[in-house]
């Protein structure tokens, strides 16, 4: 009963049974008109001369004494009810699901009718046969039920598994997983285990396990498919689609022999209703998606539920058997080759880059690899970018410390009807899958492996017209630009990245006059941008308090563009004649400043990464080996300037936090909510004074994230005198770096004056 076979019931089921085998029909029949349809199958079929017994009725045990010549053939046998078909597609319609009329499981007393009237909608399906002698050597590896109901499990899951060959991969949702997990001898050591652990009785750690089991199992329901496909695609009616598929007729053939574990970007509650149907279009069946709890509320939680989506807790402290049922979950999908989904940052950003990875669940998935016998799993990074964004504005009050709103039914209501009108497209590409067994055959440690899925999310993220456009007058000059100023400012950016390479979405081109022009028009129809027509012509700037919205489309591209940044900040102290050895100075200054970086963006490892502001440096400013002259030459006839760009409001928010921090008295402790809202206090002032370039740096997240880095050297548990000095020496540094982005700043005034 392992692998599957089918028949559809229109006078043959198309399988010829072997002559001279002893064999038993389980028929898995819930009316008289199943069990009709089912006997006039086997008189047609060549099975007449079977024995059948009916599921659930006691009727197999004397047909399982086994060995020798009663060594019968089990072969499961059910009828499917398949959905109208309607334009070619069987799925139910939006009345069956506002009604809750499941034409994929039409109530018994409508059976005799269909069967009558609609007789294509009635299917026999036959399960792979098993024989007794096997299924006895199988269950011997089971443990706490009988026989019996071990063989009828599997032959419903062998008819299952036949029955999507009818319906189509798009319903492949295990059915009895909970039984199938509960009644394995894992289940039963994991339960042995974790009560030697905890000094508890297996019977209070077996319940505990099969509520753990409860709340995070997904279940199966055609009609709740079908529903959430009708929901997304009412939800998404604001986009336009747009898919790289180079790389989808591998996956999928990947996909025949392996798992495959899908990782997309965070922007949005869109992700997921987005990439379901791309999927599914392109023939693969629907992942197991991995989400927080906090979504699981109705109507969303139930239907989500019945469509293979696995609500789990924010939080596992404490919880040993939960995260134990998680792991024996994670290992069930992967033998089984289902294929899963999460996002490795957590929750969607709030900056409009990637989050830093949770290694929780990756790190959960890696130890149920090792335990599951499976010889590789395929991690998929995937890139999810949109041209806008209905819920940015809500983000970016968050980052001014707006409390966020719970989700909920009036929240689901808010954002379908905030979708109500176009905002462009969204744009799905698929990076290189990264083997699993591989990495961890290299000593990959789950942290590395992390940041090379969110490396290879970025590295095939596009850029968007309103990401370079946002890019551009996000330099902190604090004036208003003409469109022509605008292009002037947009060509050398995409020079560069045709030089490199770099992804980017239909459109957006050298030459194309129109890039700049609807660009500007979306953001200011989003209200991000301010047009002034009054004057002899329009000019555009960020308008007032919606910095961190620009910044959040900026922010989507920012990593292409990194490396160019660092390069030049690092290339400064030589062209102001503060470098003696010219090499060292560059590869020195370029890792202080990663290091600086690393809690927002995922580098390269450190040789490549090295070599990679090397070879920037060179394009930069040729010759800057040989002394200050050459270097300030090749800052001076850069074709654009980008440090100020991409790292200013980073560094200018880690600033904030690191001189907050020396301002304290290094005894008294540093509690991270009222701290944040003193720096969102001070950054305010500063940019109501001047004082930043940057007034996108005024960010919670940005804060949030220099108070990580902080710990990360340990300068925010209290201490003594010495702790103060630390902290006085860090403030000092993010100072310097500002002053550098400030003194790149200087060297850009001349940037728009080119043509476009």
């Known amino acids: 009963m392992e692998k599957a076979a089918s028949a559809s019931e229109q006078g043959s089921s198309g399988v010829v049974p072997e002559a001279g085998v002893s064999r038993v029909l389980l028929l898995f029949a819930a009316t008289p008109t199943e069990d009709s349809v089912l006997r006039g199958w086997i008189e047609r079929s060549g099975y007449s001369g079977a024995t059948v017994v009916h599921a659930g009725r006691g009727e197999l045990g004397g047909s399982l004494a086994g060995g020798g010549a009663r060594d019968p053939e089990i072969v499961p046998v059910r009828v499917a009810w398949l959905a109208p078909e309607r334009g070619g597609v069987r799925r139910a319609r939006v009345r069956d699901v506002l009604t809750l009329s499941d034409p994929w499981s039409p109530r018994s007393a409508a059976h005799a009718r269909i069967a009558g009237r609609e007789p294509d909608r009635c299917r026999v399906v036959v399960g792979e046969a098993a024989r007794v002698s096997d299924l006895h050597r199988r269950f011997a590896t089971g443990g706490g039920e009988r026989f019996e109901t071990f063989v009828e499990r599997q032959g419903l899951l062998a008819v299952e598994r036949a029955e ?62 079908d529903a959430w496909d009708h929901f997304g695609r009412w939800v998404g009616r604001a986009y336009t689609v747009n898919v790289d598929t180079s790389r989808l007729a591998e996956l999928r053939r990947l996909g025949e022999r392996k798992t495959l574990v ?37 109507p969303i939680g139930p239907v989500a539920r019945r469509n293979g989506y696995i609500f789990i807790r924010r939080s596992m402290k404490d919880a040993p058997v939960y995260k134990a049922m998680l792991r024996e979950y994670l290992g069930y999908l992967l033998r089984k080759r289902f294929n899963i989904e999460w996002y490795i940052e957590g929750g969607r950003t709030r900056t409009g880059k990637l989050r830093s990875p949770r290694y929780g669940i990756l790190a959960f998935l890696v130890d149920a690899f090792g335990e599951s016998g499976v010889d590789d799993v395929l991690l998929v990074p995937v890139s999810v970018a949109y041209d806008q964004l209905h819920e940015v504005g809500a983000m970016a009050a968050e980052q001014h410390g707006a409390r966020k709103q719970a989700e909920g039914l009036r929240w689901v209501l808010d954002y379908t009807r ?41 590295g095939v993220t596009p850029i968007t017209a309103s990401a370079v456009v946002a890019l551009a007058l996000l330099g902190g000059h604090n004036r208003a630009i003409t469109l022509e100023e605008g292009r002037a400012l947009v060509r050398p950016l995409l020079e560069y990245a045709d030089a490199r390479g770099l992804p980017r979405v239909a459109g957006v081109e050298i030459g194309r006059s129109d890039v700049v022009q609807r660009a500007l028009a979306l953001l200011v129809r989003e209200g991000v941008v301010t047009e002034f027509a009054d004057g002899t012509e329009p000019v555009y700037e960020i308008a007032p308090g919606r910095h961190v919205e620009a910044a959040f489309y900026r922010n989507n591209v920012v990593h292409h563009f990194l490396t160019r940044a660092i390069a030049e900040l690092a290339l400064l102290p030589m062209a102001e004649g503060k470098a003696a050895d010219a090499a060292d100075e560059l590869s020195r200054e370029a890792l202080r400043l990663r290091d600086l970086l690393k809690v927002e963006f995922p580098f390269a490892r450190t040789r490549t990464f ?22 300030r030459a090749g800052l001076d006839a850069a074709p654009f300037l980008i440090a100020h760009r991409v790292v200013g409001s980073f560094l200018e928010a880690y600033q904030i936090v690191a001189d907050r921090l020396a301002a304290r008295d290094p005894r008294e402790p540093v509690e991270q909510e009222a701290f944040l809202r003193e720096c969102l206090g001070v950054g305010g002032q500063f940019v109501m004074q001047g004082r930043l370039k940057t007034p996108e740096s005024v960010s919670r997240e940005l804060f949030a994230c220099g108070l990580r880095l902080a710990a990360n050297r340990n300068l925010v548990d209290g201490g003594d005198e010495e702790l103060r000095e630390r902290r006085t020496a860090f403030a000092a540094e993010m100072r310097e770096a500002v002053r550098r982005v400030d003194a790149i700043r200087a060297l850009s005034q001349h940037e728009t004056r080119g043509e476009a």
């Open 262 to 298: 899908f990782l997309p970007s965070h922007r949005s509650y869109m992700d997921t209703l987005v990439l379901r149907p791309v999927l599914h279009r392109h023939g693969f069946p629907p992942n197991h998606v991995l989400g927080g709890i906090n979504l699981d509320f109705w």
């Open 610 to 631: 090295a070599d990679e502001v090397g070879a920037e440096a060179s394009i930069l400013a040729p010759g800057w080996e040989q002394g200050p002259a050459e270097v």
């Open 164 to 225: 999507r060959k009818i319906i189509g991969g798009r319903y492949k949702v295990p059915r009895l997983l909970r039984e199938d997990i509960a009644a394995s001898a894992r289940f039963q050591a994991m339960v042995a285990g974790q009560a030697a652990e905890q000094g508890r009785t297996v019977e209070d750690v077996a319940a505990d396990a099969a509520a753990a089991l409860d709340e995070m199992v997904a279940g199966q329901s055609r009609l709740a498919i």
């Open 418 to 458: 905030a979708q109500g009108r176009p905002f462009g497209a969204v744009h799905v590409t698929f990076a290189e899958p990264l083997s699993l067994a591989e990495a961890l055959a290299n000593d990959d440690g789950v942290p590395k492996i992390a940041f090379e899925v969110l490396n290879r999310i970025n």
